[in-house]
């Protein structure tokens, strides 16, 4: 891991009686694509405004390469936050959208002319310099507001659910793009996100967020493979749950670490409730005795597994895991 | 609102379906149609007609063509009270919407039910009598009035300010009476400013002033336009508030208008005063709708 960059320690933040950060740490290291997430309420979102200078949390310290950032207005931070609803100024062009942070920091007219121009070519978008924000699509406004945000060069980026407001298409090739202005520019991403699979694919590391508190910090084959807790096994991906082997304990069994065999010749016997084909792999729904859910098994290409015929389960991967939420 | 949206531009719509598109339209816009017919189209003709005619002896008009009444406007009595008028109703709007803009921003900025609270407050002068809140001027006022008391008893001055009568008198007299007009729509436009914007502007490195100049008041500037003009338009034409608070000192074109359809029996001249301050209006008007396009953008395609 690079040098830290930010440094989050013991955040708190309440609205009345609810708190939406509670005691909160993390380290961001320098270049890092780090994704906070969480489901809605989970403080996330708070977090990000707090880094950005919107919100002013009751205690904890924020510092950024060292030094104290929460002293600082929004408008001093070295920080930059791409907003969910992107926030583009409805009344001035694409160009000046791009201009108006530059603008602020004084430069001369050339310069950031020539800056404008890079970050239109990096994103795609220099045909559409002179449009106005309502005369684009939903992906183009979001690649301004991620070029407004990417020509400040600022030392962090934060970004809040960037990809939510576009179409399942538009996202998947977001992702990737995401990811590689990323490296590209350089710059140390943070990302808001509720969607698992957004952070699986684009983060570097993880910190899943729930009741204002952090569940686990890990990168994404880490929390998928060893999870913290319960609250993480069973957001993360899809998890098969059985009782532990101690009172409060949960065993945690992914869906693809399962075979299926013959009766009685694995850990566990059922009768196949449901199959489904899903292209690359199926999904085999068992019913076993004494547990409410089916337990799921994927497997390559098109089963063979017949509804109604009994089978056995068998796997080596598991984890044990504690409750974690209250 | 295409008819092939709404009948999925398959079938032909059944003639009913047509009759109803047809007669839907002018059910809803004939009442308002009809009243701006009678009250606005009308007269607007009639007041164009007079223009070019020549002044009855006793009122009214001869129907002789003449254009005598134009070449008396360029007369510098009625320039200078046209400058006068265009000026107090001038400042009288640059006052109102430097009092009205912070009020409406105070207000757009209070929790949803103060709001609604507010709002009432400031349209209530409008359920008293526009005469009697002038008249009550006059008495704050005068020189035996309440804020020459005020002055003199905190020891500002020993000697009583004329007030009254004034050219300030009249702005204040406009101010006062047209304000809400200016509240009103300048409210609408802050409400409808997103908070993201604001926030947005200081996390690319403005400070408020900056983001006052370059986000808030550009977004706000049809309010702006619209609220000056609510102002503006009602200010030029006001000829109760130079009458009482102005002592007749001062004339302004309503005062001018009202005078020469009713003391000097020349509807012709007054009917070409009139129709210039209308003029004027439209341009006004065409104004307000070309800063509002800019600032929303062109529909979106």
Not at chain 1, 233 to 259: C, K, M, W, Y
Not at chain 2, 32 to 40: D, K, N
Not at chain 2, 51 to 75: I, K, Q
Not at chain 2, 199 to 217: H, I, K, N, P
Request: overall charge neutral; some cysteine; aromatic content about 8%.
């Amino acid at each position: 891991m690079n040098a830290p960059l930010l440094e989050v320690q013991q955040v708190s933040r309440s609205f009345g009686d609810v708190r939406a950060l509670d005691g909160v740490s993390l380290t961001i290291a320098e270049n890092e694509f780090f994704a906070l997430l969480g489901p809605s309420g989970c403080g996330k979102t708070t977090l990000l405004r707090s880094i950005a200078g919107f919100e002013h949390p009751d205690g904890g310290a924020v510092l950024l390469g060292g030094s104290d950032l929460l002293a600082l207005p929004p408008n001093k931070r070295p920080v930059n936050l791409m907003f969910q609803s992107y926030a583009l100024f409805p009344h001035l062009s694409v160009a000046a959208n791009i201009g108006y942070g530059l603008k602020r920091e004084k430069l001369p007219k050339a310069e950031i002319a020539q800056r404008v121009d890079e970050v239109l070519e990096t994103v795609g978008l220099t045909a559409m310099a002179k449009r106005r924000p309502a005369q684009l699509s939903g992906g183009q406004r979001q690649r301004v507001a991620l070029a407004r945000a990417i020509v400040k060069r600022p030392r962090l980026l934060l970004l809040d659910e960037p990809l939510s407001a576009l179409d399942r298409k538009v996202r998947a090739e977001m992702q990737l793009e995401l990811k590689r202005l990323q490296h590209e520019v350089g710059i140390t991403f943070v990302v808001v996100t509720h969607d698992q699979e957004e952070a699986m694919s684009m983060a570097d590391r993880i910190a899943v967020l729930a009741g204002g508190r952090v569940q686990q910090v890990a990168t994404p084959l880490e929390l998928y493979r060893n999870p913290a807790n319960l609250f993480v096994a069973d957001f993360i991906g899809t998890s098969n749950l059985l009782p532990g082997p101690s009172a409060g304990q949960h065993l945690v069994v992914r869906p693809e670490d399962v075979r299926l065999v013959a009766p009685g010749a694995g850990r566990l016997d059922g009768t196949v409730a449901d199959t489904q084909f899903q292209g690359g792999t199926s999904t085999v729904a068992v019913d076993v005795p004494g547990q409410a859910k089916p337990f799921l098994v994927t497997e390559h290409g098109a089963t063979e597994a017949v509804r109604g015929t009994p089978v056995g389960l068998a796997w080596q991967h598991e984890v044990a895991v504690g409750e974690g939420l209250a | 609102m295409t008819s092939t949206k709404q009948h999925g531009g398959l079938a032909r719509p059944s003639l009913g379906a047509r009759l109803r598109r047809g007669v839907e339209p002018a059910v809803l816009l004939g009442p308002g149609l009809l009243f701006y017919a009678a009250l606005v189209a009308a007269p607007v003709l009639l007041v164009t007609g007079y223009m070019f005619a020549r002044r009855g002896r006793f009122g009214g008009v001869e129907w002789e063509l003449s254009l005598d009444n134009f070449s008396r406007v360029t007369d510098s009595v009625y320039l200078e009270v046209f400058r006068e008028s265009l000026g107090l109703a001038f400042v009288a709007t640059l006052l109102a919407l430097l009092i009205g803009y912070p009020t409406a921003y105070a207000i757009a900025k209070l929790p949803p039910r103060w709001r609604t609270v507010a709002l009432v407050l400031v349209v209530v002068p409008f359920w008293t009598n526009f005469l009697i809140r002038v008249y009550a001027w006059i008495v704050l006022l005068n020189s035996q009035g309440l804020l020459n008391d005020l002055l003199v008893g905190i020891g500002v001055t020993d000697d009583r300010f004329t007030l009254l009568y004034t050219p300030g008198a009249v702005v204040v007299g406009l101010v006062y009476s047209y304000l809400p007009l200016m509240i009103l729509p300048l409210y609408a436009a802050i409400e409808k400013v997103d908070e993201d914007l604001l926030e947005a502007s200081a996390d690319l490195g403005a400070g408020r002033v900056r983001t006052f100049l370059g986000v808030q008041l550009p977004l706000t500037m049809p309010g702006v336009v619209t609220g000056s003009i609510l102002v503006f338009v009602p200010s030029l034409g006001n000829f109760v508030v130079p009458e009482l608070l102005g002592g007749g000192k001062t004339v302004m074109v309503g005062n001018l208008i009202r005078d020469q359809f009713l003391k000097a029996q020349d509807w012709p001249f007054g009917s070409v005063l009139a129709m210039i301050v209308v003029v004027l209006l439209v341009l006004l008007f065409l104004g307000q709708a070309w800063v509002t396009r800019r600032v929303e953008g062109p529909a979106r395609g």
